[in-house]
């Protein structure tokens, strides 16, 4: 990536992505594979 393409915004709603990505990711892990089936 070039400096005059670097936009703060850009960053800021790529690392929200992210993080939502890894929290969702988390709670499927959770739901779906740490908790025993019946």
Do not use: C, H, W
Not at 9 to 17: D, E, G, K, P, Q
């Amino acid at each position: 990536m070039e400096a005059k393409n670097f936009r703060p915004r850009n960053v800021i709603f790529m690392t929200i992505v992210v993080g939502v990505s890894v929290l969702i990711g988390q709670l499927i892990y959770v739901l779906f594979i740490d908790v025993p089936f019946p």
